[in-house]
């Protein structure tokens, strides 16, 4: 149960000239499934920020694989990859109903002290949905 | 000197699947020329904070007259169009660079109190606009 | 059985600096809402295409009346408001669970010949909905 | 002289509730930059539809190095950076105008026939793009 899934529906006005989903758009998919993750994991904005710290996206490696038209359900998956001491690594990717790959990406987010403004330690309460993975795995 | 423009241009991510810019988009870009007329007012945001007051979208009524292609240069015109005790119009055009009006708006505002959030007087500052423009009219 | 219901939730990309839905995101809103109503009522962009005529945003009147932010649940309902020899106009509103409207809205539309790109007379099929609904009212 | 720039400005409806540029919108603040290397290089989609190509993004590699908030003039600067058999990448960087790097990204596109829609061999005029920007560094 490490995985976190997002059902979306492709809007109109997420189609570009080329009549499919907008390599930009493919992000706002990504970032609308790692609220669910935090959510979900009970990790919220405002939780995270009586922790000290705020999650800042410090690198997006996508691969586009298929693309997306209008009215398709896709599904946004997403499950904790790795993690350093400052920073963590999110796995994601978009699925089609008929479970093709649109999308895979890596997401690298940094643990940013609310006050100090700095890269600071993970804080366990997020580090913790990690090892709940690697457990999940053995 | 009422009338403050903004030049754009339209922008690829901007068109949409029918190959113009989106109905919706065109309302990013009068918001985008109204703030170019606070700022040339000398009304920014803070500003305003600092007068007690925050202004509120209450009603657009737009007209779409001419459909805007990838590339093309618009020039966003906002003037001060009517005001009342507690809200004000500005009136807005798109224009493309042969001089046609591609949208036309009128865009009712409120301002909010931002103690109460409570609709207030419209601050004389911002008033002055408006009379400032019917002096230029006279 | 006139109105057609879409229900959405608001998403982290569509909230601006201020918190809430931002005013142009809600004519996005409205745009799968229409959507939503032209394929309720077997009026696919293909279908009018066949019977020789696209639909045109004229004009929108939108009253915003109550703030969204994220994670609410909207409901877009749209339903037929009139309708002209050439033209004709869908009544459009966001609510919020609890019932509240939070924007309304009137959409002008015009019927646009494919071949000549002229306004042309509104097909008959799309015409029986405004009919349809008049009975209904009756 | 391979590199080509495009000047942009931050408006309101780019920032997110955060205060500052989305993660998704750098994506199209990337393409608009792409798209002005494509016409500054006689490469218009146009043109590459005639030479029987269209080009399909493959990979995005992106690192967020600082924020942008309203305003900000950004320069998006894109150049050629590798070329292979039936892909090339692109290095783009978006930088502020104090001259701080606020992204860079390696673009990875793919040119596929526009009958067979597989992939297909770079055309010439396009690999030209790249054998002057070796030439221009040597």
């Known amino acids: 149960m490490v995985a976190v899934e997002l059902e979306i529906v492709v809007r109109s006005t997420e189609i570009d000239v080329n009549g499919h989903v907008n390599n930009a758009k493919y992000l ?11 959510e979900s994991s009970g990790l919220h904005y405002e939780v995270l920020k009586e922790l000290g710290v705020l999650t ?3 690198n997006i490696n996508i691969n586009y ?8 359900r896709l599904v946004v998956r ?9 920073s963590f690594v999110l796995s994601q990717q978009i699925m ?18 609310t006050v100090t403004r700095h890269s ?10 990690f090892e709940q993975s690697e457990h999940g795995q053995s």
Chains 1, 2, 3, 4 share one sequence.
Request: include cysteine; glycine fraction near 6%; hydrophobic fraction near 35%.
């Open 96 to 113: 089609s109903q008929s479970g093709d790959v649109c999308a895979d990406a890596l997401i690298t987010l940094v643990t940013i002290d």
């Open 78 to 86: 997403t499950s904790p990859e790795r993690i350093g001491t400052k």
């Open 120 to 129: 600071t330690a993970v804080p366990q309460r997020l580090r913790a949905m």
């Open 28 to 38: 706002e998919y990504l970032e609308w499934g790692r609220e669910e993750w935090y």
């Open 65 to 72: 694989r298929k693309e997306c038209v209008q009215g398709e």
């Open 56 to 58: 800042v996206t410090a």
